[in-house]
């Protein structure tokens, strides 16, 4: 669904801040929690090649209250490479993994099994706000299987 939500996206919405974060930047956050939740933990995470520093994070401010520069704006064919490769990966990945084992990350209490729901829901939200933004601008039709 986010690739189908990626390509949908006009141009002038996918860099509008006027409510908020920028529609490339909830959907690059997606991608990079996406990716960072199908690692191990954060020890074996490996960030996309064209990771910029807090671009991941929402909002202005990075964790410790630092404006956020934005300098780069992630295209959408780079959005959905990242968004191909990391589906791609995902049932070797989640295969690679002992669902009982501990999520590897100290900020999410759980075990791999739960982390990947956590995910799943993480991912839902964003796309579901991400639609919300297509449909204000009245733009309807998102499919919801893969569609290459």
Same mark, same amino acid.
């Given at each position: ?10 141009? /002038?919405?996918?860099?509008? /801040? ?9 959907? +690059?956050? !997606? ?5 960072? +939740? ?6 074996? =995470? #490996? %960030?996309?090649?064209? $990771? ?8 202005? =401010? ?5 404006? #956020?520069?934005?300098? *780069? #704006?992630? *295209?959408? /064919? &780079? ?11 995902? &049932? ?5 993994? !002992? ?9 999410? %209490?759980?075990?791999? =099994?739960?982390? $990947? @729901? +956590?995910?799943?829901? $993480?991912?839902?939200? $964003? @796309? ?19 569609? !290459?």
């Amino acid at each position: 669904m986010l690739i189908n939500t990626i390509r949908k996206c006009p141009e /002038d919405i996918w860099t509008d /801040d006027a409510n908020g974060n920028p529609y490339w930047r909830i959907v +690059y956050h !997606s991608l990079h929690y996406t990716s960072l +939740y199908m690692a191990q933990g954060v020890s074996s =995470f #490996i %960030p996309w090649t064209k $990771h910029i520093k807090n671009y991941n994070r929402l909002g202005l =401010f990075t964790e410790d209250n630092k404006p #956020i520069v934005i300098t *780069t #704006i992630y *295209t959408k /064919d &780079e959005m959905v490479t990242y968004a191909e490769a990391i589906l791609n990966n995902c &049932e070797s990945l989640i295969n690679d993994s !002992s669902m009982n084992e501990p999520a590897g990350y100290e900020w999410l %209490p759980m075990n791999t =099994f739960e982390k $990947h @729901i +956590y995910s799943i829901r $993480h991912l839902q939200h $964003h @796309i579901g706000q991400l639609i919300e933004k297509l449909h204000a601008a009245g733009i309807w039709g998102i499919d919801w299987e893969r569609v !290459s």
